[in-house]
């Protein structure tokens, strides 16, 4: 597994990042034991960067992997707060359940506009108050928008991005591939750390994976890839990719035809919370039930979270 440094931040992580969205309950569900085997097979093989984010639920199981593993991963955290209180909140529920001392990387989630980003200026700048005693190392920012990796390129208080990086750009908010790599190209030369998302655009081109992934991979401006990942399997294949290594065949064999979909239960009422939580304007109401627009889907399962019936999972 390679290394690099992480923009200035003085960290070095992985090239491959586990995504830790997948294993938890908005999207695979896996029992605990499950998905800390899942975890430990990467770090074993020498992924030491794990992404998560106090909405996915998956602390639990990062938590564990970790009492079980020999070494100390990089983790990354995201919260939506934007008040000094709500950060103060989630930084201290991220750091009791996944009971570590200091987070390395803390980022404002999913920001959509330069308008977000001051709407969160309250959150950030506890973020950078707790990053000058000790307890965060770095602050940065997720999003799936070119304007807010353009806006953040010339914020110095923000030192890593985690924008949306695929073949196709889908899932992008607000412009092309081609706009945020662009961005993106800027940001890095401007220091920042990248860590980009959904290579696979959310599993929508797993029929074109293995063009999908070298087309990240050879993306000399971004630092590290996160890949969402529910079995060893998964793991043993991508970490091949990654080092340059040829597949197993009983592996490929075993991961080839797993696409998955976001599956809306008959007990739907309807509400349309999850239409309202949807960033990609995938989801719609028609008869009374939600229904899905499979080619905008990220399968981020974020709309799950919104489901007061619990009728929404992705399988």
Known sequence: MKYVKLGNTGLEVSRMCFGGLIIGPLQANLPLDEGVNVILAALERGVNFIDTAELYGTYDYIREAIKKSKSKPIIATKSYAYSTEGAKASLEKARKELDIDVIDIFLLHEQESRLTLKGHREALEYYISMKEKGIIRAVGVSTHNVEVVEACADMPEVEVIHPLVNKAGIGIGDGTIEDMLAAVKRAHDNGKGIYSMKPLGG??????????????????YIDSIAVGMQSVEEVIMNICVFNNEPVPEDIRSSVAGRKKHLHIDYWCEGCGRCVERCRQDALYIQDNKAKVIEEKCLLCGYCASACSCFAIKVC
């Open 203 to 220: 599993g929508n081109l797993l029929k074109s994976y293995s063009e999908c992934m070298d087309f990240v991979l050879n993306i000399p």
